[in-house]
């Protein structure tokens, strides 16, 4: 059910800023996210990614990681 979520969240997001590109969005998504507590799954620390998404602060996130191809 996760990709209902993190789709809309990144429409939410795009509708906001129109001009950013998906990588842009999908940075302030990530950087804005809550951090789950990985003391109650020790052995699922890293299958958390970035958190809970968090629509409302990814649309003024602070920074924005915009990666291009070259970056990779």
């Not at 990614?49 to 990681?65: E, F, K, M, Q, R």
């Amino acid at each position: 059910m996760s990709c209902p979520h993190a789709s809309a969240a990144a429409a939410y997001v795009k509708a906001a800023h129109p001009d950013w590109s998906p990588a842009a969005i999908k940075s302030a998504l990530m950087t804005t996210a809550y951090i789950m507590d990985s003391r109650k799954h020790p052995d699922l620390e890293f299958a958390y990614g970035s958190g809970h998404i968090n629509p409302l602060d990814a649309t003024d996130p602070g920074l924005v990681y915009d990666a291009s191809v070259a970056d990779y």
